[in-house]
């Protein structure tokens, strides 16, 4: 018996990355562009499959078709200042540049005239930040000379590649700060439509949670026409019977039959959500795995215990932090009739006025802010909702309940 295929957890390299066809022809006709007017957001809720979409195969394609490729994630950190974007942008530029030439010591471009011997200057970290500070201006004309510089060296040094792809992930996380006179998300923005304007081959590949687009819109309008969104959505029926069942291509005939009459039944339950796809595999992989050779379809129990693992992995958690009058809340969304899309905040009043629990609309808006800070939801670009953690409306149904058969039983 092999191991376990499959690898729920995020940022876990599947073992067979299913569908994403679209979004990766989209991709290749950004990868075309001369000169580059789009860059990309990849954007949807968590467990959706951005970051090994970006790792697996964008960043692939991206290289096959000669574009110079450097991804990192962004941390709170980075999002504090311009300064600590600049650096970000500059260490990205420093994992592939160290070793151009960019003077000899003779012609010090940036007065080391006391370097004791003689010596190449090359377009490291430690260069770029002196080209950097010496630059006079705003931080945003500050990054503009030192890329303006990388692009020449560039054509020299690597002159088959087409460009360079800056690629982050977790991006929603930057963000313009007024109070502190901080703006790293629109200096980012201009450095690189101004670059862009100049013809400089530069892309963005920005990926992130659903945030992520009406921020760079809210730091800047023009945002709205320099980024293609893409928007990644539950894997389709057939893509999710291929998650399942490609990575047992060497797996006994047991197993095989198994995941084959299990295929339907599993995308039932996961609704092609890719993390819980990898989930139960990875479950039921191992009952079988370790019932062999008596397993049969009955899986008697199974379904349950599984289910009640990924409530207690995944759901109970975040339903733990939660006030009793925000659990109403979601109570209520979690039976609108398109609980599992997107809902109004009108629809909201009006469903919790069938259930008893009757919210106003100041009421449910200032509830819907809460547990958007939390998380738990998110507002789209037409003032819609969406629960932010899928199948939630299920786990909901499901709890809500058991609490109140639990308080039936009690009365007994
Ligand atoms: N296209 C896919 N096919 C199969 N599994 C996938 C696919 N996309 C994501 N997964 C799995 O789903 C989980 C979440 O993926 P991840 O890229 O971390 O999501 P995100 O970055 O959107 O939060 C991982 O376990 C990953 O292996
Ligand atoms: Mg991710």
Known sequence: MTDNPYRPGAAHAPPYLAGRDAERREFSRLLKQTPVLENLVLTGIRGIGKTVLMRAALRKDAI?????????????????????????????LNTFSADWEYASDEQHPLGFTNVPERRTI??????????????????????????????????????????????????????????????????????FSSLQSQGAPFMLVLSG???????????????????????????????????????????????????????EGIYALTKGYPYFIQFWCRELYDYVADARPFVDKKSTGIIERISRK?????????????????????????????????????????????????????HANQMLTTLFDRGMIFKNRHGKYVLAVPLLDQYIRRHMHTESTDETSSHD
Do not use: C
């Open 122 to 191: 090359r377009f490291d970290y430690q260069t770029m930040m002196a080209l950097f500070e010496q630059e006079p201006g705003l931080v945003s004309d500050k990054i503009k000379r030192v890329l303006l510089e990388a692009w020449q060296l560039m054509q020299k040094h690597m002159p088959d590649k087409k460009g360079i792809i800056f690629a982050w992930d977790e991006a929603q996380n930057l963000a313009d700060r007024s109070a502190d006179n901080e703006y790293p998300l629109g200096v980012l923005l201009d450095v």
């Open 209 to 263: 949670l659903p945030t992520l687009f009406p921020k760079l819109v809210g730091s800047r309008t023009y945002a709205e026409r320099m980024f293609r969104v893409m928007s990644l959505d539950n894997l389709n029926h057939e893509d999710s019977g291929e998650a399942i069942s490609k990575p047992l291509e060497k797996e006994p005939e047991q197993i095989k039959t198994f995941f084959n009459s299990a295929n």
């Open 64 to 92: 096959e078709n000669s574009w110079i490729w450097v991804g990192s994630d962004i941390s709170e950190a980075v999002s504090v200042s311009e300064n600590h974007l600049a650096r970000r942008l500059l260490t990205d």
């Open 310 to 362: 990924l409530d207690n992995d995944f759901f109970e958690g975040r339903w733990a932090r939660l006030t009793d009058r925000q659990r109403d809340l979601l109570g209520v969304i979690a039976h609108l009739e398109n609980s599992d899309g997107e809902f109004t905040v009108q629809e909201i009043v009006n469903q919790s006025k069938l259930t008893g629990q009757a919210f106003s609309n100041s």
